[in-house]
């Protein structure tokens, strides 16, 4: 069992930058592929990005790409995304997601196993 929980979202202008964490809980984070996604009122969830369980692949949605960044800390058990020039349209809850392979990511295809609660990102223009 993995318990993910977010945090650092919040308000932000238009041109701005923030990143928000998800800390994961229980054994063996590190044999987990780690996902972003993102739920705007209204509309279906999206994947944003993921990362490789060590870190060693990565995938964006085109509409992040060159402007979001996910990394992850395998000592800390945290995942973290780091979004720049940050526009009104990003404005969602971002929810964190955790599956267990050990595979490459290499596509927006992502079958989670487990979901944070999700953290409030907010791009004022």
């Known amino acids: 069992q993995v318990q993910l929980v977010e945090s650092g979202g919040g308000l932000v202008q238009a041109g701005g930058s923030l990143r928000i964490s998800c800390a994961a809980s229980?054994?063996?984070?590190?044999?987990?592929?780690m996902g972003w996604f993102r739920q705007a009122p209204g509309k279906e969830r999206d994947f944003v990005a993921a990362?490789?369980?060590?870190?060693?692949?990565?995938y964006y949605a085109d509409s992040v790409k060159g402007r979001f960044t996910i990394s992850r800390d395998n000592a800390k058990n945290t995942v973290y995304l780091q979004m720049n020039s940050l526009k009104p349209e990003d404005t969602a809850v971002y929810y964190c997601?955790?599956?267990?392979?050990?595979?490459?990511?290499?596509?927006?295809?992502?079958?989670?196993?487990?979901w944070g609660q999700g953290t409030q990102v907010t791009v004022s223009s």
């Open positions: 997601a955790a599956r267990k392979t050990l595979a490459a990511v290499s596509s927006s295809v992502f079958h989670s196993d487990y």
């Open positions: 229980g054994r063996s984070f590190s044999r987990y592929a």
């Open positions: 990362i490789s369980w060590s870190g060693g692949s990565t």
